[in-house]
T-cell receptor, first 112, second 109 residues
Framework: GGIITQTPKFLIGQEGQKLTLKCQQN?????MYWYRQDSGKGLRLIYYSITENDLQKGDLSEGYDASREKKSSFSLTVTSAQKNEMAVFLC???????????FGSGTRLLVI | GQQVQQSPASLVLQEGENAELQCNFSTSLNSMQWFYQRPGGSLVSLFYNPSGTKHSGRLTSTTVIKERRSSLHISSSQTTDSGTYLCALVNTNTGKLTFGDGTVLTVKP
């Protein structure tokens, strides 16, 4: 079976710092996604990518960059971490847009 | 307003009781998906259900498009069912998921 791996699992950053989160999948899925989850809330889409080198903005793209370096990997950059920010970032993939999804276990971010 | 509303926000059951979770949409439905999120864990897809009724073990999902609602029924709940249940609208053109805020289920022994 396949797996989707997010690194790091925990990330502590300082205010103003640029932080990069990574996601790898070996399902050979075409589409990959980055979501943000705040405590007690549902997930909100930051960026998604339909294929290698493609990039599409979600509802929450301001303050973030993303890169789909190859089909199996999708990275997310927090361009300037905000003080007291605390959230979980979840990566997901699917064979095509709108089909069944597989999620990673998340990266937990804390900014001090 | 929020496109996806889930109810109840939280639910406490005794083991063996049934649960009914609701999801209501304010926009037209492309498709919808139910997820289970373990405490502090990743999401597990339960049902991809654009319409009608689907069954999986003790779980049943029913989506009624014209009424813009979907439900998740859990029968004979177990303590291991505890966690957060999330529903999401699926845009089948872009793949974007629009989530509700979830129902936190606690099943007591």
């Amino acid at each position: 079976g396949g797996i989707i791996t997010q690194t790091p699992k925990f990330l502590i950053g300082q205010e103003g710092q640029k932080l990069t989160l990574k996601c790898q999948q070996n399902f050979n899925h075409d589409t990959m996604y980055w979501y943000r989850q705040d405590s007690g809330k549902g997930l909100r889409l930051i960026y998604y990518s339909i294929t290698e080198n493609d990039l599409q903005k979600g509802d929450l793209s301001e303050g973030y960059d993303a890169s789909r370096e190859k089909k199996s990997s999708f990275s997310l950059t927090v361009t300037s971490a905000q003080k007291n920010e605390m959230a979980v970032f979840l990566c997901a993939s699917s064979y095509r847009a709108g089909s069944d999804y597989t999620f990673g276990s998340g990266t937990r971010l804390l900014v001090i | 307003g929020q496109q996806v509303q889930q109810s109840p926000a939280s639910l406490v059951l005794q083991e063996g009781e049934n649960a009914e979770l609701q999801c209501n949409f304010s926009t037209s439905l492309n498709s919808m998906q139910w997820f289970y999120q373990r405490p502090g864990g990743s999401l597990v897809s339960l049902f991809y259900n654009p319409s009608g009724t689907k069954h999986s073990g003790r779980l049943t999902s029913t989506t009624v498009i014209k009424e813009r609602r979907s439900s998740l029924h859990i029968s004979s709940s177990q303590t291991t069912d505890s966690g957060t249940y999330l529903c999401a609208l699926v845009n089948t053109n872009t793949g974007k998921l629009t989530f509700g805020d979830g129902t936190v289920l606690t099943v007591k022994p």
